[in-house]
């Protein structure tokens, strides 16, 4: 398994002191965020992408582009890139050249984002999420695999003769996760790529991400990827942490109270109670964590959201001490305990080369999906 950490980017104003850091330090903070992950032994770290107020990552492809040049092993992802009202042309160019600038330490989550006015701001239309974005990722796909594509569809002009450059490093493009808070279409656009699907259960009750991940997992298999087992899943979460629990949550309450995301609406004890939300000791932490297998059964990905709600710099940095140190080597050992040895780890790209490399592993089977670009919307 792989753990991490994912930032939304977001400028907020620390409700114990008053004082909003300004986009040059929260741009600073979170690059000083992923190199405090790798030192401390974390897999990933993950940003969101945003174009407007209060988030600062509109570019994530600059920011790990800049973080690749001071790590040697962190896994580089986004925890969101808008296929919507990004071209797909300029997300397989921009990624491939990360991947190249990474050595292959990249992959990227797909996903529609929470702004409604993106759209217009981008020139598309609000009411056709879900089509753009099985569109626009249909046509990703091939501009990663094929090298001259001719296309045609209703979002975008069409293509003649066109290569994307650089090529996927390898010949392997970036993984793809497919990210979703609501949207089973989106669990059946994973599955029908055979691509992994993330569900990021921040928000939520369990019971509805077990529905989407059931479905993701029935239908990846229905695909003839493999077994419902062995589809892959990453999933999201919430900590804060303190060695004693009750000063975690003393610590931790005005900034959920006062969160853009949450704050001013249930209680902390509500939230905690009803999603995966853990504040307390890392034991709690490592506790309800442990309890996602139970409910979603064995998965590859494990992100938190460490860096919200105006919490200081030096406080993120002290908990990504605790999840490193505490929590994450203990989830290690303990995830790994009893895990089938069909079920496959989170995917880099020496695993993809390899397997790329591998013909007799990879032979079309009977349900495999056509490739004229085109996917089903729905189950």
């Known amino acids: 398994m792989q753990f991490g950490i994912f930032s939304v980017g977001d400028v907020t104003t620390d409700p114990t002191n008053g004082r909003t850091p300004t986009e040059h330090e929260r741009i600073k903070a979170m690059v000083a965020i992923a190199l405090k992950a790798e030192e401390v032994g974390l897999d990933v770290f993950a940003t969101g992408e ?88 249909a046509l990703l796909h091939r501009l990663w695999r094929e090298d001259v594509v001719d296309w045609e569809g209703r979002f975008r002009t069409p ?48 019971e509805h991400f077990m529905r989407l991940i059931s479905l993701y997992r029935q239908r990846y298999a229905h695909y003839g990827h493999g077994t419902p087992e062995q589809a892959v899943v990453g999933l999201g979460g919430q900590v804060f942490m303190r060695k004693n629990s009750q000063d975690a949550v003393r610590e931790f309450r005005p900034y959920f109270d006062n969160a853009p995301v949450y704050g001013h609406g249930p ?22 964590t442990l309890e996602f297998r139970e409910f979603f059964g064995d998965y590859q990905r494990q992100l938190f959201l460490m860096d919200h709600a105006g919490l200081p710099l030096k406080t993120v940095l002290e908990q990504l001490d ?51 670009g085109s996917a089903p919307v729905s189950a």
Request: charged letters at 20%.
């Open 50 to 137: 945003h174009h407007n107020p209060p988030f600062v990552p509109s570019s994530p492809t600059t920011m790990l582009g800049y973080i690749a040049a001071k790590t040697e092993r962190l896994q580089l992802s986004t925890a969101t890139t808008l296929i919507t009202t990004s071209d797909p042309v300029k997300i397989a160019e921009d990624f491939a050249m990360l991947q190249h600038l990474s050595n292959g330490r990249v992959d990227v989550m797909m996903g529609r984002g929470n702004t409604g006015p993106v759209y217009p701001w981008f020139g598309q239309d609000i009411r056709q999420g879900i089509p753009l974005a099985i569109e626009n990722y």
């Open 159 to 206: 293509l003649q003769g066109f290569t994307s450059t650089p090529r996927p490093l390898d010949g392997v493009p970036p993984f793809v996760w497919h990210g979703s808070i609501r949207s089973p279409e989106i669990a059946e656009q994973a599955a029908y790529y055979g691509d992994g699907f993330f569900a990021n259960n921040i928000f939520w009750p369990k």
């Open 322 to 372: 605790l999840l490193g140190e505490e929590v994450v080597p203990v989830l290690r050992e303990e995830f790994a305990k009893g895990r089938p040895a069909e079920v496959p780890g989170a995917p880099t790209h020496a695993s993809l080369l390899t397997a790329k490399n591998e013909p007799a592993k990879n032979e079309p089977t009977a349900n495999e999906p056509a490739t004229d």
């Open 267 to 288: 209680s902390l004890e509500e939230f905690t109670a009803e999603t995966p939300l853990t504040v307390g000791s890392p034991q709690q932490v490592i506790d309800k």
